[in-house]
């Protein structure tokens, strides 16, 4: 298995560095959203403090913005761990053994999706493909795909990149 470059990093949440990454999107249709991705790709998640400045910068109410937040699942309400992990579970992966795989890693990391680790290592996510179908079953840590995972190997992977985000 290929080696990740390292685990994506996050700024620590700040409610006025997340103000100023907003305002651009103050006046441009479906600017809510624009200002959710953005918010969540310095922070890698949306702190709920963020909603009334929100309803602020975009004049509408907190239940308006929680509304928009919490329909769309890939929006996080707490910090994720240093690594993303998506298990696919596409049909085809399902096929290949992403089922068990799936249970192999919930029970191995002790999580069960949209948890993290209590070492903050990794976050556990579905997702429902990778595209990468011929090579089933795949999982994603962070922007790398992986093919063929055995628990076998997703352990040796897992123990390699704790040991890195130290």
Request: hydrophobic content about 35%.
């Amino acid at each position: 298995m290929q080696q990740l470059a390292g685990p994506i990093k996050y700024q620590e949440w700040n409610l006025d560095t997340a103000q100023m990454s907003v305002q651009e999107f103050r006046d441009r249709t479906g600017g809510v959203m624009l200002a959710l991705h953005k918010l969540q790709q310095i922070f890698g998640y949306v702190d709920d403090s963020a909603m009334p400045m929100l309803g602020k910068v975009f004049n509408l109410s907190r239940a308006e913005i929680h509304g928009v937040k919490s329909f769309y699942h890939d929006f996080k309400s707490s910090k994720p761990g240093k690594y993303t992990l998506k298990v696919c579970q596409a049909e085809a992966c399902q096929a290949m053994g992403s089922q068990k795989l799936t249970e192999d890693i919930k029970a191995f990391l002790k999580v069960d999706f949209h948890e993290t680790t209590d070492s903050g290592d990794f976050t556990l996510e579905p997702v429902y493909c990778l595209g990468n179908c011929a090579s089933s079953p795949n999982i994603m840590i962070d922007n790398e795909t992986y093919g063929r995972v055995s628990i076998e190997g997703f352990k040796t992977l897992a123990d390699a990149l704790s040991k890195e985000a130290v």
